[in-house]
């Protein structure tokens, strides 16, 4: 299950298999400022710094250019990452909107990397996850 980590703070976000970039911040209680969310405005534009995606449905060339493509611009409304990922938003901070959201991601994210950790456990091949970082929600709540 994919993470996105916000480049620099540090935020981490648990996203479904399948799920948008922005769909997943929405999710988990975090918001940054969008137009359509169909891909047609190309305000939610970020920069991917680490990992991959792909869009779940066609990007004109228009929204998104080669050049961006090549330096790894990413539309958030679009972009379902392939694995964890690293993104940076432009000009603009992350808001935590809804703490209540950021605690059931923070959980499920928490979840999913314990049952992650046991399935490592039973296979002696395998490395264990890094440990999961605390969330502005859960050291909010830890205060």
């Known amino acids: 299950m ?5 480049d620099p703070t ?7 298999p399948g799920e948008t970039i922005l769909a997943g911040l929405y999710k988990a ?7 359509c969310r169909r891909g047609g ?12 995606f792909t869009y779940n449905r066609p990007v004109a060339d228009n929204v998104i250019t080669d050049e961006e ?13 392939e694995g964890d990922v690293t993104i940076r938003l432009r ?18 994210r928490q979840r999913a990397e314990a049952y992650a950790a046991s399935r490592a456990a039973a296979s002696p091949d395998a ?17």
């Open 2 to 6: 994919p993470t996105v980590t916000i």
């Open 10 to 16: 540090g935020e981490r976000v648990h996203l479904d």
């Open 29 to 35: 209680g975090y918001a940054f400022t969008v137009g």
């Open 41 to 52: 405005c190309a305000i939610c534009k970020v920069d991917a710094v680490a990992g991959t």
């Open 69 to 81: 493509r090549a330096d790894h611009t990413c539309l958030t409304c679009r972009a379902v990452p």
């Open 91 to 108: 000009g603009e901070t992350l808001r935590l909107v809804n703490p209540f959201l950021a605690q059931l991601n923070a959980r499920a």
């Open 127 to 143: 490395t264990p996850p890094p440990a999961a970082d605390t969330t502005p929600a859960e050291r909010t709540t830890k205060e």
